[in-house]
């Protein structure tokens, strides 16, 4: 099936500092990937969906300037935390729709994830 | 609004059946997905059912019925690996997930 990769797989960072999360399609080109945040024992939250090429588009109640996705290539996606606080320390999740995945082209694919301790 | 629901956490026997539920109210459906998490870990994908029936896959199975906005997750012959959660998602017109909470499935010797 379909691989995604993720980096860093942990990140401890001081308060106030900005963090990037790297999320690659290794096998397909993602036209579009997303990206989720999981806290302790609930569900997946859906943060932003970003497109190649295009601005990414954001769920309800999510900052846009504080988490700043970039979708530079087919194959690459960033997350950048920025002036991360205590309350943004979480399970961050990407995952890519492959589209040529036949029947299972509506697939997401997930990377390993992120998780992120801010001090 | 647009609602998932299936039971918060389930037990039973390594080598046994179990059945996870899961219900839907969506804005359209193109497609249900069942999701394996373990602890700490992504969530894996397990199967994708978008017409009525019965899809088998090894151990795992997966029903769909969409004229009752319902589907079941059938794991059979239980391997204490199988602990995990399992979350159900719904696609819906707008091609995007809506996730249930997910089912705690804990496996005893």
């Known amino acids: 099936g379909a691989v995604v990769s993720q980096h860093p797989s942990w990140v401890i960072c001081k308060s106030g500092t900005s963090v990037k999360i790297e999320c690659r399609s290794l096998?397909?080109?993602?036209?579009?990937m997303f990206w989720y945040r999981q806290f302790p024992k609930q569900s997946l939250m859906l943060m932003a969906t970003s497109n190649e090429g295009s601005k990414a588009t954001y769920e309800q109640g999510v900052e846009k300037d504080k988490f700043l996705i970039n979708h530079a290539s087919l194959t690459l996606s960033t997350l950048t935390v920025t002036s991360a606080h205590p309350e943004d320390s979480s399970f961050y999740i990407c995952?890519?729709?492959?589209?040529?995945?036949?029947?299972?082209?509506?697939?997401?694919?997930f990377g390993p994830g992120t998780r992120l301790l801010v001090l | 609004g647009q609602n998932i629901d299936q039971p918060t956490e389930m037990t039973a026997t390594e080598g046994a059946i179990v059945q996870i539920n899961c219900t839907y109210q969506?804005?359209?459906?193109?497609?249900l997905f069942w999701y394996q998490q373990h602890a700490g870990e992504a969530p894996t994908f397990l199967s994708y059912?978008?017409l009525d029936g019965l899809e088998e896959k090894g151990r795992f199975s997966s029903f769909l019925s969409r004229s009752k906005g319902y589907s079941y997750l059938l794991l059979k012959e239980l391997q204490m690996k199988d602990s995990a959660s399992y979350l159900c998602?719904?696609?819906?017109?707008?091609?995007?997930?809506?996730w249930g909470a997910g089912t705690k499935l804990i496996i005893k010797p």
């Open positions: 995952s890519a729709r492959d589209p040529g995945g036949g029947s299972f082209q509506e697939t997401q694919y």
């Open positions: 096998d397909f080109q993602a036209t579009t």
């Open positions: 998602a719904v696609m819906d017109s707008n091609y995007q997930l809506i």
């Open positions: 059912n978008v």
């Open positions: 969506t804005s359209g459906f193109n497609g």
